[in-house]
């Protein structure tokens, strides 16, 4: 009978077999021969219960709660059972349809883990000695429930007439097995059918008995009395919810079968990310723009002023077409641009040629096949029911010099069926990052030393967008003085009528980089002056490059401009052409050349910029997607800072003017 066992204790079953022949039968086959004059109650599909079980020749008592489902083809078993190193807790849920079983925690390996899983590739002892397997179509199904109750095997009930169990009237089965080296007896009491249950109005399982005896290995006779009571017996659709027989969330099982695939990310995005920090009663807010195609990142986090200097909004912008970053404090309008730091960035990884390159969208969310991610279900998340999935991290690196050892990693996605909407009203139903939670021993090294720190947190994501952040949102202007670009302004034939001028701006951009063969940011500052009825006019800025740009054949603000000068038609028609309206690709006019002209900061307002100590405390405990972006950004700026001084290019800057239909210029 299945029910006698539970996965960890397992030998139980054992105790009804034995190696050797000979055993006198406790009773007699003959008598059992005929159907019942009395039928048993029909036993449910699907019950729950709680099992006390009496072993009585080992003076010992456990409980077992079941959940039984032929159904669902699934079942789950939760124990409490005391052995000779003390009480033994656990639950096993047996998932047939994707031939799984989860032990919570798995104590039959070399060592416990909180989790471990076993494939139902066959039918196999574990199966046996729980919910039994059945063979349907070739595949291992749960157990039927004849089967689960010791009934099948050509067994056949005698009706023994009323019986009174637990003060509970009753009426009373048995059945008779003899087998080559056990015997024993089965006896079923089933409420009466005028007795009204707790949970249901017929017949329920009351309490089974067995008795009997068997043969150990030593040729001795052994005696057999079990008793079984049921308690709080359930049946029916609602006494198997489909929440039982989930794995918990952030539980990772070793060994699991993957199931739903991750969504895949887009190759651009920007997003609102939320760290609440309880121990320190605060919560940060941390912006990100990311562009794969045109190999751009910018993250925007407020400093607080924890560490000392002046607290204020700061930006971090990765151009990997330079490989130059720019570190900017847009309170101070203050900028350093150095080359991008491999050792500490977070969206940085080294290619082949030695040379930085941004991280794919799953390399930067952790998403990578490598890590074995298993899909866990739906939960419900900010009000939302979302889909999650969970991996195991024994060791993950972060960056050169950072990495996380017994780490977990949790990220949670909206399901299809659920629209997100952006800041600018556009609607998404793909699957959109929902929540990060991740927890581990945290291990970075600055200056030599190592530093090991526990570390949970739960990042949530607002407003993450799927379009392609504006080119604006990575805009330099600020990092360049007045000698530094010219400015061109443009004169494009038609008016503002049904224009999306954030488009009209990078298509602009575009243009400009393609036909002059530069880097996109080397055109920064692109503002619509207005129109006259018959023309738009755009005004922009052809920056120099950084010294410490990586690129060949850097080209400079003057020889850009000869470029696009010597190109023009007689006609004042500039040599490049973009589209103002899709699929209507228009030639803008030459109108104006000027120099820059942009009001630098004075010295004494520049003083007030942080000193080395204070920049190495900037935005400690600030996290992003799995890093210690607080630890590895301060380390970053340090080293800015340190090259600028040692006489790196920087440069003073001067204001910039906020779009007027775009939120997401420098302030």
């Known amino acids: ?37 009395v039928s048993l109650p029909e036993l449910p599909q699907q019950f729950s219960a709680l099992i006390e079980a009496n072993l009585g020749q080992r003076l010992q008592t456990f409980t077992v709660r079941e959940y039984f489902d032929e159904v669902g083809n699934r079942g789950r078993l939760e124990t409490a059972i005391p052995t000779v190193i003390g009480t033994v807790e656990g639950i096993g849920i047996f998932d047939y349809d994707d031939a799984e079983i989860f032990l919570i925690p798995d104590r039959f390996g070399n060592e416990t883990v909180e989790c471990g899983v076993r494939l139902i590739a066959e039918p196999t002892a574990i199966l046996n000695r729980t919910f039994g397997f059945q063979l349907v179509n070739g595949s291992v199904h749960i157990g039927s429930v004849l089967g689960f109750f010791g009934l099948v095997d050509g067994a056949n009930p005698r009706y023994l007439g009323p019986e009174i169990a637990r003060g509970i009237p009753c009426l009373r089965w048995q059945t008779c097995h003899v087998l080559d080296n056990n015997s024993y007896t089965l006896d079923y009491l089933f409420s009466a059918e005028d007795w009204m249950d707790a949970y249901s109005d017929g017949p329920v399982p009351v309490q089974i008995r067995l008795l009997g005896s068997r043969l150990d290995g030593n040729g001795q006779v052994l005696r057999i009395n079990h008793t079984y009571n049921f308690v709080a017996f359930n049946s029916g659709p609602d006494s198997v919810p489909d929440e039982v027989f989930v794995v918990p969330n952030g539980l990772a099982c070793r060994g699991r079968i993957p199931g739903i695939p991750l969504p895949v990310l887009p190759p651009y995005f920007s997003m609102y990310l939320e760290n609440v920090r309880a121990e320190t009663k605060e919560s940060q807010i941390i912006r990100e723009f990311y562009d794969l195609d045109q190999r751009l990142f910018r993250f925007d986090f407020f400093y607080n002023g924890r560490f000392g200097g002046e607290p204020g909004p700061a930006t971090l912008i990765h151009d990997f077409n330079l490989d130059v970053q720019y570190f900017i404090n847009r309170r101070l309008r203050s900028c350093i641009v150095s080359p991008i730091n491999t050792t500490f960035g977070f969206d940085v990884e080294v290619g082949d040629d030695g040379l930085p390159q941004l991280k794919s969208p799953s390399d930067l969310f952790l998403l990578s096949n490598e890590f074995n991610y298993s899909y866990e279900g739906v939960s419900n998340v900010r009000g939302v029911d979302v889909d999650s999935w969970v991996s195991i991290r024994d060791f993950q690196r972060f960056s050169a010099n950072s990495f996380l050892t017994d780490g977990l990693y949790e990220v949670f996605f909206t399901r299809p069926e659920w629209t997100v909407s952006t800041l600018n009203g556009n609607g998404n139903r793909d699957p959109v ?95 619509v002056l207005g129109e006259n009825g018959t023309h738009i006019f755009v005004t922009l800025h052809i920056q120099n490059l950084t010294d410490i740009a990586l690129i060949d054949n850097r080209k400079t603000a003057n020889e850009i401009l000869s470029s696009i000068l010597m190109g023009l038609e007689p006609d004042g028609r500039l040599p490049f052409s973009f589209n103002l309206q899709p699929g209507s690709p228009i030639t803008p006019f030459f109108f104006n050349v000027t120099d820059g002209c942009i009001n630098t900061i004075t010295e004494a307002e520049s003083s007030s910029e942080l000193t080395n100590a204070q920049i190495a405390g900037i935005a400690i405990g600030l996290f992003l997607l799995g890093l210690f972006v607080g630890l590895l950004l301060a380390v970053v700026i340090a080293c800015i800072v340190k090259c600028c001084r040692s006489g790196n290019y920087s440069v003073k800057p001067g204001t910039y003017e906020k779009h007027k239909d775009d939120d997401i210029a420098l302030e």
């Open 433 to 527: 990052p929902w929540r990060l939670k991740v927890s581990g021993v945290f291990n970075f090294t600055v200056n030599g030393t190592t530093n090991v720190t526990d570390f949970t947190a739960v990042y949530d994501l607002f407003g993450f967008s799927v379009e392609e952040p504006s080119f604006d949102a990575f805009d330099t202007s600020v990092c360049f003085a007045p000698t530094e670009y010219h400015i061109l302004t443009l004169a494009v034939p038609g008016n503002n009528s049904g224009v999306d001028l954030r488009q009209l701006r990078r298509n602009v951009r575009l243009a400009i980089a393609n036909f002059a063969d530069i880097p996109p940011l080397q055109i920064g500052n692109i503002q």
């Open 1 to 37: 009978m299945k029910l006698l066992i539970s996965f960890a204790i397992i030998s139980l079953l054992s105790s009804l077999g034995a190696i050797a022949q000979g055993i006198d039968p406790v009773c007699n086959l003959t008598d059992f021969t005929f159907p019942p004059n």
